[in-house]
Structures are given as structure tokens and as C-alpha cells.
């Protein structure tokens, strides 16, 4: 079962941090200040901060910044990051063109 | 504490549409969602499609009244931008008897009136110039689009949320509770209570589950479908695609990836056990139907393939309706693989009749007990 958790929550005054402008998803350029606000505009897991900003959807499907987006968020939530999900691994689990797919035709059957 | 004037069932797009036009009203609103995401459903995970064209004539005047009046102001009302698209749909035709399907799409929605029409293969190039010499002719609705469906579910919940509506996440309700002939409280599966003068089931295909606890039911069944996204590509088109064999349809969006469906034929039998896992059969059967009508888009790599459950309807349209044996009850359910196109409509409708004022549109199509015996 999931974890009940209620969205309702004031965070108080966004507090810039100095490293904020650094980006944390190169393949879509996401910084750790637009993760920061989201989770403040009410993304609250991975997921969700995925879907809203994209980190994690280009080239490398977030091989290289999931870990680290999913600490930022539990930092601002003020949780551990072991209780949020990790992203969902989906195949295939590199880039394939499409007419390598299109081949995959088992004939004679 | 747990008492509001409106409780949702469902944080897909259309229960936060409806959470945002009641919060919108002025009412305290909650929604309580099983997942631990918003939008974890078929919201975040369908083509995007904006179409009218295609729709039954039941929900046709839904989807137009959406796409003339909801659709265009959309990002400006919910403060980001959705990503709506609004340069037509191009249903595509290789064969005569795909162009006889076609021809019968067009005369129901002109009869609807809808603006749509048959063109031929050199109007259809001069739309889209990337499309297959084996194309012949499409049908062709200028006013159809598309947005982006992760973004609309979120814009919804964040609007609804700034304007104080509840959301509780990780919450499934798993009855209903009738006091004095009323449906006016909750019980989720940790035991939390939650009551309000009007609930509304809005969620999904499970909600034949929850409306089972009052003594309702709607035959639905749950249908798989599944999803691609390919990397980055230049702008190419904006039109949203679509196929007289339904064997493809799709964009490309904003960023550049393009997204596309397919159906390669077993989508009712997948085993509805929680998962959302695809069959290995979808993404090949997928980029062959593609790459049939879009031979350039063949080295084009994917980057993620996913699926998503529907509420498939036994007509194939939506139940949305108070029922007259449980008052305080509104359903919204059954969307049937093309709720996103109308979301926000039919979230506004859902907030009309969980507010008890008079539904915007007709909805006496969409009553729960229209289901009758075939003879
Ligand atoms: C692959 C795919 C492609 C599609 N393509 C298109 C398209 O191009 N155009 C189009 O118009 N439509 C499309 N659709 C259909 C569209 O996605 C749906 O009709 C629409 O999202 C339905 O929205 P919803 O809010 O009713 O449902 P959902 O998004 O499914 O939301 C229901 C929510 O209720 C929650 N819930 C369920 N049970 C409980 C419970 N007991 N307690 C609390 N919460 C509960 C679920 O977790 C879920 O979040 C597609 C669907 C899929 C799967």
C-alpha cells in the first residue's frame, strides 16, 4: 500500500540556494532551482516532478541525474530519499530505431 | 476535520478538472487518490490526442464545446503551458476500403457539425509533406490537436491545490458509505473517514469496485494499451495523426519526440493484475504501422515504450450522471480510451452535477442505467 500523504503543506519562503542555477538533468537542462520550486508547486515524488519538468525523459531516461533528483526532492520534502520511488525503468533499455523493432517479425509461425 | 463540501475519488485529469472548477466555485474540495502519484492513471499515459473528429455522436457536442471554448485559454487559466496544439487531425487512408471507413467517420461528424472532410493524396502531402506515397487519401478535421496529457493532469491539480483544494495521495477508497439514504462518507483502506455533501467516483475502471459498495453497477471492461516516445527529432508537423485501421495514431510534441499509440490486437486480454506492463508484441507491431505510413521516421529511435489502463464502456461512452437511487453520489466513469480530449469538459460537467446546478451541456446520454437487453 502506498504511503498517505496529504498535499496540503506550507513550505514557507522559497530560500534561494547559491547553487541553484546548476543543472542536474544535462540531456534537458534541469536546474536544481526549477526542482526545488516544483516540489513547492506541489510535486511531490519523482514522477510527478519528471512529468512537470521533464528531467529524466531525454536521451539517457535519467540514468545519470534520478538518483540525484530524487534527493533533491526528499531534501525539500524534509524526508528520507529511500521513501520515495525511484523512477520506473521502461524498455528498451537503450535508443533503438525503429526499423530494428519493425524487423522483430517471428515468420512460419 | 475530515468534512468538505465535495470529496473526488481519482486524481486523473478529469477528477482534477472537476476538483478545479468546484475549488474554483468557492467550494472546499478533497481528493483522495490510491496511488502515490497524481495522474498515476491513463492520464499521464495517453497519446495526447485532442480530437472531435472519430467521436460518437453522443460526445461529439462535448468534445466541441471543449476544443471552442476550454482547449484554446487553457494554459493562460491554469497558469502553464499544456502544450495544446490546434492544427488538425489527418486520419489516414491506403486502400479504397480504408477511404469507404473514412468516408463514413466524415458524414457522422458533418452531420454532427463538425468540420471535416474527405481530401485526396496531393491535399493530404500538401498538409503533411513527410507522409508515405501509399497514402491516397485521409479524412481531415482542421480544428482537432493535441496537448501534452502529463502536463494537463498536473496543471489541473496545481491550480486546484493553490486554490485550497485537499489532495491526499496514497489514500484508496475502498467503499462507499450511504447514511440516512445519502452517499456521504468514505472509508479508505488505512480506515481514515472522509465526508462531504457530495462524492464523486472518478476513478477509472475501479470504480465499478467502489459504486459496487452502493449497490451500482456499469459494464466496463479494462482494456491495455501502450505507448512510444522517440528521441528528439527537428520540428517535422504539428497535426495530430491517426489512421482509418486504428493501427497507429500520434505527434510530435513540443520538444521534438514524437508519441505515438498502437494496438496490435490483444489489448482486452491483458491480465488486469495492478502492473501496467506491455506485451512484447506492442512497440514492433507499433513502428511497422508507422513506419507503413511514414517510411522517413524509420531510424528514428525510441527511448520508451509504456502502457496504460482504460475504462472501456460497453457503448463505448462515458457514464456521467447522480443516480437516482443514491443521492449525494455523482459518477464519472468508463471515458473509454478518449477521455483526455474531453477532460476538461467533463470535469466541468462533474463539477456542475457534484454541485447540484444544472450541467452546462446536455448530459441525459451519459445516465448510468441507459444499459438494456438487446432484445
Ligand atoms: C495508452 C492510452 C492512450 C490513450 N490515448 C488517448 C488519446 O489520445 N486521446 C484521448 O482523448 N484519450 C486517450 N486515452 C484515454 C484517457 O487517458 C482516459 O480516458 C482519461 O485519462 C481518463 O481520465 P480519468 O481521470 O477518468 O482516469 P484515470 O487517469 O485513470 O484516473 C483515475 C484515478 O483514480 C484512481 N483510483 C482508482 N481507484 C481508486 C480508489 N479506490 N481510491 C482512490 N483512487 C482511486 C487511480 O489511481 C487513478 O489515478 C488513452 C488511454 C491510454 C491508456
Known amino acids: ?109 | 476535520m475530515n468534512t468538505s463540501d465535495v470529496v473526488i475519488i481519482g486524481a486523473g485529469a478529469i477528477g482534477s478538472a472537476a476538483a478545479y472548477y468546484l475549488a474554483k466555485r468557492g467550494l472546499s474540495v478533497t481528493v483522495l487518490e490510491k496511488g502515490a502519484c497524481v495522474g498515476g492513471g491513463g492520464s499521464s499515459r495517453n497519446g495526447g490526442g485532442v480530437r472531435q473528429s472519430g467521436r460518437h455522436s453522443a460526445e461529439l457536442p462535448l468534445a466541441m464545446y471543449g476544443v471552442k471554448n476550454l482547449w484554446p485559454g487553457l494554459s493562460d487559466e491554469l497558469g502553464m503551458d499544456i502544450e495544446y496544439y490546434q492544427e488538425g487531425n489527418l486520419r489516414l487512408g491506403k486502400t479504397e476500403a480504408h477511404m469507404k471507413i473514412l468516408q463514413g467517420l466524415t458524414d457522422s461528424c458533418a452531420a454532427g457539425g463538425l468540420d471535416m472532410c474527405l481530401i485526396d493524396q496531393k491535399q493530404a502531402r500538401e498538409i503533411c509533406p513527410y507522409l508515405s506515397e501509399d497514402v491516397i487519401g485521409a479524412g481531415w478535421c482542421p480544428t482537432d490537436g493535441h496537448a501534452n496529457p502529463m502536463l494537463v493532469t498536473l496543471a489541473y491539480y496545481r491550480a486546484a491545490r493553490r486554490l485550497g483544494a485537499r489532495y491526499i495521495t496514497g489514500a484508496e477508497v475502498t467503499r462507499l458509505r450511504k447514511l440516512r439514504g445519502r452517499v456521504s462518507e468514505v472509508v479508505t483502506a488505512d480506515g481514515e473517514v472522509y465526508s462531504a455533501g457530495s462524492i464523486a467516483v472518478v476513478a477509472g475502471y475501479d470504480s465499478r469496485k467502489l459504486l459496487a459498495s452502493v449497490g451500482l453497477d456499469i459494464p466496463m471492461s479494462p482494456i491495455l494499451m501502450e505507448c512510444i516516445v522517440t528521441e528528439e527529432a527537428p520540428h517535422m508537423f504539428w497535426q495530430m495523426l491517426g489512421t482509418a485501421m486504428a493501427d497507429f495514431y500520434g505527434h510530435q510534441s513540443k520538444h521534438g519526440s514524437f508519441v505515438f499509440g498502437g494496438a496490435h490486437g490483444y489489448e482486452p486480454y491483458a491480465a488486469y493484475d495492478g502492473g501496467t506492463r506491455g506485451a512484447s508484441i506492442s512497440v514492433p507491431s507499433t513502428c511497422r504501422a508507422i513506419i507503413g505510413y511514414f517510411p522517413v521516421l524509420r531510424g528514428l529511435k525510441i527511448v520508451r515504450s509504456w502502457a496504460g489502463w482504460l475504462d472501456d464502456c460497453a457503448d463505448h461512452i462515458p457514464v456521467m450522471d447522480n443516480p437516482r437511487e443514491t443521492p449525494g453520489l455523482t459518477i464519472g466513469c468508463g471515458f473509454s480510451g478518449h477521455g483526455f480530449g474531453i477532460s476538461p469538459v467533463a470535469g466541468a460537467l462533474l463539477a456542475d452535477l457534484a454541485s447540484g446546478e444544472t450541467p452546462t451541456l446536455d448530459v441525459s446520454k451519459f445516465r448510468y442505467d441507459r444499459f438494456r437487453a438487446k432484445i
Do not use: W
Not at chain 1, 58 to 68: E, K, N, P
Open chain 1, 1 to 109: 500500500m502506498n504511503m498517505s500523504v496529504d498535499r496540503t503543506r506550507d513550505f514557507g519562503e522559497y530560500v534561494p540556494a547559491p547553487d541553484d542555477d546548476i543543472i542536474i538533468c544535462r540531456c534537458e537542462e534541469v536546474t536544481k532551482g526549477e526542482i526545488r520550486r516544483a516540489v513547492r508547486d506541489g510535486m511531490f515524488n519523482v514522477h510527478e516532478v519528471r512529468r512537470f519538468l521533464r528531467c529524466g525523459m531525454g536521451l539517457c531516461q535519467g540514468q545519470t541525474c534520478a538518483r540525484l533528483v530524487r534527493t533533491l526532492i526528499a531534501r525539500e520534502l524534509g524526508v528520507p530519499p529511500g521513501v520515495l520511488d525511484e523512477a520506473t525503468g521502461r524498455a528498451p533499455a537503450r535508443p533503438t530505431e525503429m526499423y530494428v523493432f519493425a524487423n522483430e517479425k517471428m515468420e512460419g509461425i
